[in-house]
């Protein structure tokens, strides 16, 4: 099986933010990962990542904000979609962009 693209999606907010979700299905996990799924969600303001949500060989489901990277517990597509938009739209409440 070669991989699959599942959703490539970038979607403008106005002239200057946008997110950009990637996600891929794979023939064999990204280790250490143990899920079939390649994925890269990004939420840039500015030409800057505010937001990301991916899965890197040798690092595993992660996200990164304001704070940093994080470990992020992955446990499906649908999860990790509404866990972007969710804190996609926190970001844009706490900043004045909705």
């Known amino acids: 099986m070669k991989a699959e693209l599942l959703i490539r999606r970038r979607v ?3 002239n200057r933010d946008f997110a950009e979700l990637v ?3 794979v023939p064999e996990p990204i280790p250490p990962t ?3 799924f390649k994925y ?3 939420y ?3 030409g ?3 937001i990301g949500f991916d899965n890197e060989r040798g690092k595993g489901a992660h996200r990164h904000d304001q704070n940093g990277e994080v470990p992020y517990h992955f446990d ?3 999860r990790l979609l509404s866990a972007f938009v969710e804190a996609v739209e926190i970001w844009r409440k ?3 962009e909705d």
């Open 44 to 46: 840039v303001v500015n």
């Open 48 to 50: 800057v990542r505010v």
């Open 34 to 36: 143990k899920h079939g």
């Open 12 to 14: 403008a907010f106005g």
């Open 94 to 96: 706490s900043h004045g």
């Open 76 to 78: 499906g597509i649908d």
């Open 23 to 25: 996600v891929w299905r």
């Open 40 to 42: 890269r969600l990004v």
